[in-house]
């Protein structure tokens, strides 16, 4: 299973207002492994970046003026991320942003939609713990998870941290995080970092174990909605 953790930093929060991604960060996951084949796109928006927007995430307009429009970008970024299934924080702020740059900038077909599925971990953590805070540093906090690098909410750096706290969230797998010198690289601007992890071994069930297990996720199901079906349905509908 390809997975992309995705994050954008955009000029202001309204897309209608004229708004425009600068930032696109993504990290993969494949079968749950950092693979370190993860990208960074800086954007010229062709416009000014609010300066409430610079107070969040430290991008100025003369760092963005001589990057790439958007146009020069976008088949890369879409071809890196087609089939995946994207894993966002509050996923229709990026994706919105995303469609709007597609419709309205580049009037292109495709869609986030047509390309991905979706998997929102601000909506998978609001179930998981309900009537708690479910920011990003809220849950680094909860799953003990260090983001002290996060000065500012740089892209990157803010998929690398969600990729650790999705792991934690979906199964306690944290063992292939990064270290604190790879994140300094990473708030540092260096768009591709080398990453260590461990050489683990998969060990796949028989036939007869997995049919077992169906078998018990049938029964289970009988009784009460499972927990994983939820989430099952999330991605779906938010595709």
Wanted: aromatic share 6%; charged share 30%.
């Amino acid at each position: 299973m390809r997975q992309i953790v995705l994050d954008t930093e955009t000029t202001g929060l309204e897309p209608k207002d004229g708004h425009r991604v600068i930032e696109i960060g993504c990290v993969e996951l494949v079968s749950r492994r950092l693979t370190g084949n993860d990208k960074r796109w800086y954007i010229n928006p062709d416009r000014e970046v609010d300066p409430g927007a610079v107070d969040v995430h430290g991008i100025t307009n003369d760092f963005l003026a001589d990057k790439p429009r958007i146009a020069e970008v976008i088949d890369e970024f879409l071809d890196y991320v087609r089939g995946a299934e994207l894993v966002i924080h509050n996923a229709p702020f990026d994706v919105g942003f995303l469609n709007h740059e597609l419709a309205h900038h580049l009037k292109r077909e495709e869609r986030i939609a047509t390309l991905c599925t979706v998997l929102d971990t601000l909506m998978m953590a609001r179930k998981m713990h309900p009537g708690q805070r479910a920011s990003l540093d809220a849950l680094c906090k909860r799953y003990e998870i260090d983001n002290s690098q996060r000065e500012y909410h740089g892209a990157l750096l803010d998929a690398q941290i969600l990729a650790e706290v999705y792991l934690a969230m979906t199964g306690g797998q944290t063992a292939l995080s990064l270290d604190n010198e790879q994140r300094n690289r990473v708030a540092g601007n260096v768009a591709r970092i080398d990453r260590t992890g461990l050489d683990l071994a998969v060990v796949e069930a028989s036939e007869s174990e997995a049919a077992t297990h169906r078998a018990l996720l049938e029964l289970i199901g009988k009784s009460a909605t499972p927990l994983w079906r939820e989430y099952e349905d999330e991605a779906v509908s938010d595709s």
